[in-house]
């Protein structure tokens, strides 16, 4: 079952723009993770936020986390054209699950 | 240089043969997994290994095996019995398992003729 879910499916921006992806879940987590992946490509990590945490920072990217709405933000800043790929979220469950589950992913397209 | 790898990167296969993706990794990890994805769609967790000699079903194992002989190699048999097996196949690393930062290799496409 998919515990993660990321909105929208697909986003086309403008380089230079920033790009907002979200990701909700259902049920209370250990962390939460980002992954990016090119076309045809393997995953990528990209950012861990734990559950005590609100926000991290890691060069273009922020990541904050909602505990009590249940959701997650990856904002990318000042977006470039290599920057198109499609980006996952994966969260484990409370209790010590383990395995990751991924969410379906946004596409994220940034034009030139 | 340290990293996974996967072999082969395009695999065809013909209904009814089993055929057996390989994955090693040089990163000393204790986990590995193995991921099915298919077209717009997320990562389906087919079998896990958090030591050598065991493994565990994920959600999607039916049609599926593995061995874990070694702590480098997570090799994948799909079977026969596999009714949809065309899809791109992830397999991942981590340091332990539960959930830590997992490392991927680059990926095998199984087409089936």
């Known amino acids: 079952s998919q515990q993660g879910e990321e909105d929208p499916q697909a986003l086309s921006i403008q380089e230079g723009e920033n790009a907002t992806m979200n990701c909700s879940y259902k049920t209370s987590i250990n962390n939460l993770q980002w992954y990016r992946q090119n076309s045809g490509r393997g995953l990528v990590h990209l950012i861990l936020?734990?559950?005590?945490?609100r926000e991290k920072h890691s060069g273009r990217l922020r990541v904050t986390l909602d505990t009590s709405k249940k959701s997650s933000s990856l904002l990318i800043t000042a977006s470039r054209a290599a920057d198109t790929a499609s980006y996952f979220c994966?969260?484990?469950?409370?209790?010590?699950?383990?395995?990751?589950?991924f969410g379906k992913g946004t596409k994220l397209t940034v034009n030139p | 240089d340290g990293g996974i790898t996967q072999s082969p990167k395009y695999l065809f296969r013909k209904e009814g043969q089993n055929v057996t993706l390989s994955c090693e990794q040089n990163?000393?990890?204790?986990?590995m997994y193995w991921y099915r994805q298919d077209p717009g769609q997320g990562l389906r967790l087919i079998y896990y290994?958090?030591?050598?000699?065991?493994?565990q079903k994920g959600d999607i194992a039916e049609g599926y095996s593995v061995s874990r002989e070694k702590k480098e190699s997570f090799p994948l048999t799909v079977t026969s019995a596999q009714k949809n097996p065309t899809a791109f196949y992830l397999c991942a690393s981590s340091v332990s398992g539960s959930t830590d930062t997992q490392y991927f290799g680059p990926g095998t496409r199984l087409t089936v003729l």
């Open positions: 936020i734990r559950s005590n945490e």
């Open positions: 990163l000393n990890h204790d986990a």
């Open positions: 290994s958090q030591i050598v000699n065991d493994f």
């Open positions: 994966a969260t484990d469950a409370w209790g010590g699950s383990e395995k990751l589950v």
